[in-house]
Every structure is written in C-alpha cells, then in structure tokens.
C-alpha cells in the first residue's frame, strides 16, 4: 500500500464519518472506503467536503457550484452508503 493511498483512505474516512453520525460511522464508512477506489475516490473526497462544509453552514450544498466530476462523487457517494447501511 502506497503513502498516497492510505492519505487518500485516511481522508475518505475523515470526510465520511464527518457526514456520517451515530454509532455505526465507522463501519458505514469502512465499508465505503472499501468500495470507492481510483479516480472516483478523489471525487467522492471532494464531494463530501463540500456537503460536510454547506451543512455545517446550516444550508445544503449547491450544484451549481460544484464540477460534473464532483457531481459523479456525490452520486458515488450515495451509491455505495445505501450498499453499506
């Protein structure tokens, strides 16, 4: 496993359990972490910091702000935390 990989795990996780609470994060997120993977993955990253920031913000985050890239992560995002709830 390379350095950039378990950062970029270590960040998936972060952004995840941030958007995730409740008992189950950690597994919930584990198990997402595990599902997302090459290009995808930084796009899910991407995603879930800039909902994660909109909701701390007390608002949802916009679309129009984000690229098609980001979008895909938000699609991904929720694909794989139905799968894993």
Known sequence: MS???TASADDFI?????GTPGPDSAKICKCMSDKVSGGDRANAIEAMNKTNAALAKGT???PSTM????MKGVE???KVQLECM
Do not use: N
């Open 3 to 5: 350095l950039s990989f």
């Open 76 to 78: 991904t995002v929720m």
């Open 14 to 18: 972060k952004e995840c359990q941030a």
């Open 67 to 70: 690229t098609p890239k980001v």
């Open 60 to 62: 949802q985050a916009d």
